[in-house]
């Protein structure tokens, strides 16, 4: 109960921050897209940072333990990213922001959101014993993190995973594409 009650309390943290960054707002996801607006990029690649520096510290100071990891399945990323990102593209919402708006009680996000989720969750639920034993038999990874996949220490892919993300952001600065005032 007490790891419900957490999820739930940074959850609704998690959506103020969307909310208050402006990406609960269409324009937002669809300029992404677009080419002509990357806070939603640099947003997203921030909170990996924070969060991957912080659950690892506390890992290294026996604070947390990780659960398992799901098996990695390169080609059902791949079709499922593809899917999502489609869908992404073509709506301009996504879950977190889909969510974060119904919270704000926006129409245009709730029902786009509840039929988008009820419908990913029919298909899955109709298609997964048939395309899952396919999907799982090609290029399966097993339970593993890019870190162990790349057998490097993840204080070290989080550095590196920071300096990119750093170096994004300039280029993101540079060409002009930061987020615009509204």
Known sequence: MTNMIIALVLGVFFGFALNKAGLTKYNKIVNVFRFTDMAVLQFMMTALVVSMSGLYILRALN??????VPGTYIVGNIV???IFGVGMALSGYCPGTCAAGA??????YIVP???GFLTGAVIYGLTYDQ???AISAIANYGNI??????????FLFITLFTLISFLLFYLIDRAGWQRKAQ
Request: net charge negative; charged share 15%; hydrophobic share 45%.
């Open 131 to 133: 395309v899952f034993p």
């Open 103 to 108: 919270g704000e009680g926006k129409m245009d």
């Open 145 to 154: 993190v890019i870190p162990d996949a790349w057998n490097v220490d993840p």
């Open 63 to 68: 604070l947390v333990t990780f659960p398992n």
């Open 113 to 115: 959101g509840l039929l």
């Open 80 to 82: 499922g990213g593809l």
